[in-house]
């Protein structure tokens, strides 16, 4: 009798070890599929951006305003940061990851400002992708964008000291601003698709970058982790309801009057 309880306590640890071995393994995917992730978003905005601002230099375009330029050393810096602060983690320098924080913070808060600031200039200059979208109508996308970005960034910093709820809403974040990078790689194809404006296809492509890295996270998991529920609603319910209510006499009054 003794011999078998003992063979049965032996058993109950090993089954122990096993199980904190492969929660340890997933952790270790995790840490390491978030990294993958910030590099695929830094590559494409590289690749986005590259004929009008990183490679600018080999093409024939006008010049860029100044503001377009802070805009983009933002853009750029915030890319950087999020693949340097998510290495950390799968390296496990959380001391530094921390430290870090606090430049993230106000880069975050630059991005959001810069990019209203772009936004409402090229709206002011008639600017608005190849389609049928006025200038006016098409500004709720960009302003809607950076409402995005900054309530997800808010709410990650908010909840900084939940790890896994902070990991969750800062790619959120970052991943819902990747549509202006991936509308002008479509725009390397053509202004539209089947007749189909190639800002629905970036808006749609957005999506489908941000569900694959939820369907990731939730076969390593096995379940679907609540900053994403919540933060997926919140992204598609803003995507569904910014172009509707970019045709009501509202909308066109207050954009009248923020580009005057």
Known sequence: MGVMNIRNVRGVIASAHATESVVRMRRIDLR???????????????????????????????????????????????????????????????????HLGIVGAVLAVLVVVTGVAVAVEGARLGHAPPGRMEPLKFLVVPLSTAFMFGV????????????????????????????????????????????????VFALALTDLVIAAFVVSDVTRTRRLHPAFAWGCTFIVAAQVLRLPFAATSQWLAFAEWLTR
């Not at 490679?55 to 950087?80: C, N, Q, Y």
């Not at 000291?161 to 969750?168: C, D, L, P, T």
């Open 152 to 199: 997800l960034i808010g709410a990650a910093l908010v909840l900084r000291h939940r790890r896994e709820m902070h990991r969750r809403l800062m790619l959120l974040a970052t991943l819902a601003i990747l549509t202006p990078a991936i509308a002008r790689l479509l725009l390397l194809v053509g202004p539209s698709f089947a007749g189909v404006p190639a800002i």
């Open 32 to 98: 390491r599929g978030y990294f993958g992730a910030a590099l695929l978003a830094a590559v494409i905005v590289f690749i986005g951006f590259a004929p009008s601002y990183y490679l600018k230099g080999f093409a024939d375009s006008r010049p860029l305003s100044p503001l377009l330029h802070v805009h983009g050393a933002v853009m750029t810096a915030w890319f950087a940061l999020f693949t340097v602060q998510t290495w950390l983690v799968a390296a496990r320098r959380v001391d530094w990851h921390r």
